[in-house]
Structures are given as C-alpha cells and as structure tokens.
C-alpha cells in the first residue's frame, strides 16, 4: 500500500482489505482490457498485437509521473516508499523462466488468475503448474540459496544506478514508450493476423 499505511496508521485488517478491493478492481480492468485471452497475450511474442506493451508501458509512465510530481510538490514522500530489493541472478533466472512461461502458456501470473476467475480451463492449468512450481521451489529453496542470494544489489533505482535524476529518468522511460508504441503499430500491420484478432 505504498506510503499510505505508515502516514495514516491504518490497521493491518483495514490495510488488507483496501488491498482487497485494489486487486478486484485490478482484475476488472485486466479482463476488460483483453488480458484473460491467452492468444492476445501471446500476440506481444508474435507481433501480430501489442496491447500487453501499450498498456504496461502507459501504466508505467503514468506511475512514474505521479509519483514525481507528488514527490516535488511533497504531496508523497519518496523515502517510505519500498522498492523492491535486486538479486542480479534471481532478476536474470526468474526473468528466462517467466519469459519462456508467458510465450508457451500464454499467461503471466496475474493474468493466469483474471482468466481463471472467469472459467478458462487453459488458464486454471497453467495457474496450477504455477503452484506446483512455487511449492517445488520452496521446498527446494536450500539446494537454490547460493543462486538466488548471489549478487544483491539492495534496493537500488535505474536512476540511482545510471546517476540520473528521476525526472530525466522518466523522460527517457516515456522517450523509450514512443518509439515501442511506433514499433508495436508496425508490427502490428506486418505480423496481423485476422483470423485470430478478430476472435479476441
């Protein structure tokens, strides 16, 4: 819950049940945006539709502005917010899995569970093997330590890292956005593919 939980003190009961509602709300948005077909999903991989990108990417920018427009109006303070904290192999390894995961079952985490909740049995399976795999992964956890503790960064920030100030940060982010959104428009007319887009 960001920095809204420390400010206002709220209780861990209330904290869960904002939570609660963010994730209905989350999922009603996923689901209406096409993200419970699996076939649009995995039409970033092929080309043939990007909406996954363009939806990401605007969601990403619209964030990161928020977040420095508050921060320099210090309507937000910046210090409490927890970035999550960077193991270099865990980033690399977790990405490939999750990478070949998404183009094979056609599902990200969160999005297997918005089409699951609605009754897709492709996406209830691949849910399934996502649960078999983080309990195999925590029952194996000590023959993994080593690997997933190497190289820890901390919470670290691409800004901090690059020694850029957020704001030129989020200028290249949005910079970075254009030029996929002009890529993901040309794909889009080499890769289109109707009999399928139409069906989505």
């Not at 937000?76 to 977790?94: C, K, L, R, T």
């Not at 918005?114 to 925590?138: N, W």
């Not at 982010?173 to 890769?191: L, T």
């Given at each position: 819950?960001?920095p809204?939980?420390?400010i206002?003190?709220?209780?861990?009961?209330?904290?869960?049940?904002?939570?609660?509602i963010?994730g209905?709300g989350?999922?009603?948005a996923?689901?209406?945006a096409g993200f419970s077909?699996?076939?649009k999903?995995?039409?970033?991989?092929?080309g043939y539709d990007?909406?996954?990108l363009?939806?990401?990417?605007?969601?990403?920018?619209?964030a990161?502005?928020?977040?420095?427009f508050f921060?320099?109006?210090?309507?937000?303070?910046?210090?409490?917010?927890y970035?999550?904290?960077y193991f270099?192999?865990?980033?690399?390894?977790?990405?490939?899995?999750?990478?070949v995961g998404?183009i094979?079952?056609?599902?990200?985490?969160g999005?297997s569970?918005c089409?699951a909740a609605i009754g897709?049995?492709d996406?209830m399976?691949?849910?399934?093997?996502?649960?078999i795999?983080i309990?195999?992964?925590?029952?194996?956890?000590?023959?993994?330590?080593d690997?997933?503790?190497?190289n820890y960064?901390?919470?670290?920030k691409l800004?901090?890292?690059l020694?850029?100030s957020d704001?030129?940060?989020?200028?290249?982010?949005i910079?970075?956005?254009?030029?996929?959104?002009?890529i993901?428009e040309w794909?889009?007319?080499k890769f289109?593919?109707?009999d399928?887009?139409?069906?989505l």
């Amino acid at each position: 819950m960001g920095p809204i939980v420390p400010i206002f003190e709220i209780s861990t009961e209330l904290n869960f049940l904002i939570a609660f509602i963010i994730g209905i709300g989350f999922g009603f948005a996923l689901e209406q945006a096409g993200f419970s077909s699996s076939r649009k999903l995995a039409g970033m991989f092929y080309g043939y539709d990007t909406t996954v990108l363009k939806v990401f990417f605007t969601a990403a920018i619209v964030a990161m502005i928020g977040l420095v427009f508050f921060n320099y109006f210090e309507l937000i303070d910046m210090s409490i917010i927890y970035v999550n904290e960077y193991f270099v192999n865990s980033a690399i390894i977790g990405g490939v899995i999750m990478g070949v995961g998404f183009i094979v079952g056609g599902f990200c985490p969160g999005t297997s569970v918005c089409a699951a909740a609605i009754g897709k049995i492709d996406a209830m399976a691949y849910l399934g093997g996502s649960l078999i795999g983080i309990f195999a992964f925590g029952e194996t956890y000590p023959l993994w330590k080593d690997i997933y503790m190497k190289n820890y960064l901390g919470g670290v920030k691409l800004s901090t890292t690059l020694g850029i100030s957020d704001g030129l940060m989020v200028f290249g982010v949005i910079a970075m956005a254009v030029m996929m959104f002009w890529i993901g428009e040309w794909a889009e007319k080499k890769f289109r593919r109707p009999d399928i887009t139409n069906e989505l």
